[in-house]
Antibody, heavy 124, light 107 residues
Framework: QVQLQESGPGLVKPSETLSLTCTVS????????WSWIRQPAGKGLEWIGRIHSTGNTAYTPSLESRLTMSVDTSKKQFSLKLTSVTAADTAVYYC??????????????????WGHGTLVTVSS | DIQMTQSPSSLSASVGDRVTITCRAS??????LHWYQQKPGKTPKLLIYGASSLQSGVPSRFSGSGSGTDFTLTISSLQPEDFVTYYCQQSYSTPWTFGQGTKVEIK
């Protein structure tokens, strides 16, 4: 059973950088895509971006200028850095596995495994 | 970006009712549409992928249909644990986008 665990500071000051890491266990990180999703309190889900185990990335346009994702397959971890944060970046951040291979070997994108989520508050 | 619009935003129903939630995409997304359930304070859970495929372990009272721009999630007989929030999500093109959510409440 694939398990994901987010880690990182729960409090970040405005204008500083939010950094989170997700550790994958119970399955391989290789050959899969991994995403970050966030959810402000009482609001809906927002996809932030994804990274493949090879390092290929795709980001949501509204955050792209502040966002960097990276992967370390030897540690089975992938990471998120969001610079110049404001209160609007306060949310629960989830790391998720972004898809899997179907019975024909095609990769299908959907979020099948989720971390428990970590609350990041931006405040001075 | 592809906009996903769910309707209704909330609904009231009773245990045993049949409920349908609709999700509309701003352009055709083939069948790259997925449904998630989120209980309060919990992580979202995948229910349906590829518009109509039931994720392993999900009760058969949940079903999905549709293609192109219009999709539905149906719960055939609401159970007490189903009174939570549901989201649709497209994976036709990045950025992946979600509907705003539908909250199912007890009447």
């Amino acid at each position: 059973q694939v398990q994901l665990q987010e880690s990182g500071p729960g409090l970040v000051k405005p204008s500083e950088t939010l950094s989170l890491t997700c550790t994958v266990s119970g399955g391989s990180i290789n050959s899969y895509y991994w995403s970050w999703i966030r959810q402000p309190a009482g609001k809906g889900l927002e996809w932030i971006g994804r990274i493949h185990s090879t390092g290929n990335t795709a980001y949501t346009p509204s955050l792209e200028s502040r966002l960097t994702m990276s992967v370390d397959t030897s540690k089975k971890q992938f990471s998120l850095k969001l610079t110049s944060v404001t209160a609007a970046d306060t949310a629960v951040y989830y790391c998720v596995r972004d898809g899997t291979y179907d019975s024909s070997g095609y990769y299908r994108f959907y979020f099948d495994y989720w971390g428990h989520g970590t609350l990041v508050t931006v405040s001075s | 970006d592809i906009q996903m619009t769910q309707s209704p935003s909330s609904l009231s129903a009773s245990v045993g009712d049949r409920v349908t939630i609709t999700c509309r995409a701003s352009q055709s997304i083939n069948r790259f549409l997925h449904w998630y359930q989120q209980k309060p304070g919990k992580t979202p859970k995948l229910l349906i992928y590829g518009a109509s495929s039931l994720q392993s372990g999900v009760p058969s009272r949940f079903s999905g249909s549709g293609s192109g721009t219009d999709f539905t999630l149906t719960i055939s007989s609401l159970q007490p644990e189903d009174f939570v929030t549901y989201y649709c999500q497209q994976s036709y093109s990045t950025p992946w986008t979600f509907g705003q959510g539908t909250k199912v409440e007890i009447k």
